[in-house]
């Protein structure tokens, strides 16, 4: 099943709230989580991870994407606090079907660990992977998946299919959608948009 986490972006928050809970779970080694703060964190080693944070990162790569006339998704590939990969939908420019931001990040990622299993990882992508990647992240045994906008066309985390939740499948990703849902979602139909108003598809 996914989680649907609410995105906090919009509204107003006061640092010193969110500073202070940080510093309450790595002092007392804690999980970090209360309804009223903007962030899903969650301890790993010491370090809490914000999701918003990591997602902030994978928009400026999707940024990155749309700037070269590529469809704006961008992913990034973190364990214990460090960044491993971070890349975008390179399709165009490599003239590759595959080259979606996440199997390019996967393939950052096990470089940097020398090893195929990313087992501790944590993907995070601006749009709910398709089927060919959902394959690529349950092959690489990511360990979690944090995406943007769901996608009701080609999603295979939860609206087409749930491929990484299937219990015939010999293993499980956890999946959390709709971090910053919404600017995930606008980059992504302002760039159509624009496609459609130029007359290309």
């Known amino acids: ?67 070269v006339d590529e469809v704006p998704v961008g992913a990034v590939i973190v364990r214990e606090g460090i960044i491993l990969a971070a890349a975008h939908n390179q399709r165009e420019q490599l003239r590759d079907p595959t080259a979606h931001a996440e199997m390019i990040a996967i393939t950052q990622a096990a470089t940097a660990l020398d090893s195929w299993r990313l087992e501790g990882c944590s993907l995070y992508v601006t749009l709910e992977p398709c089927p060919m990647c959902a394959g690529a992240i349950l092959q690489a045994r990511v360990s979690q998946v944090v995406f943007g906008a769901a996608d009701p066309k080609a999603g295979a985390v939860c609206s087409l299919y749930q491929l990484l939740d299937d219990e015939r499948m010999n293993h499980k990703t956890e999946a959390i959608g709709g971090v910053m849902s919404e600017q995930c979602g606008k980059l992504l139909t302002g760039f159509f948009a624009e496609k459609r108003r130029i007359g290309k598809k």
């Not at 928050?13 to 002092?27: G, Q, S």
């Not at 007392?28 to 990162?57: N, Q, T």
Request: glycine letters at 2%; hydrophobic letters at 45%.
């Open 1 to 67: 099943m996914v989680r649907q986490e609410k995105s906090f972006a919009s509204q107003e928050f006061p640092r010193w709230k969110l500073v202070a809970l940080i510093d309450y779970a790595i002092d007392y080694g804690r999980f970090a989580f209360s309804s009223d703060v903007p962030h899903i964190c969650r301890k790993v080693g010491k370090l809490v991870l914000i999701h918003e944070e990591y997602m902030a990162i994978a928009l400026a790569q999707a940024e990155e994407a749309r700037s």
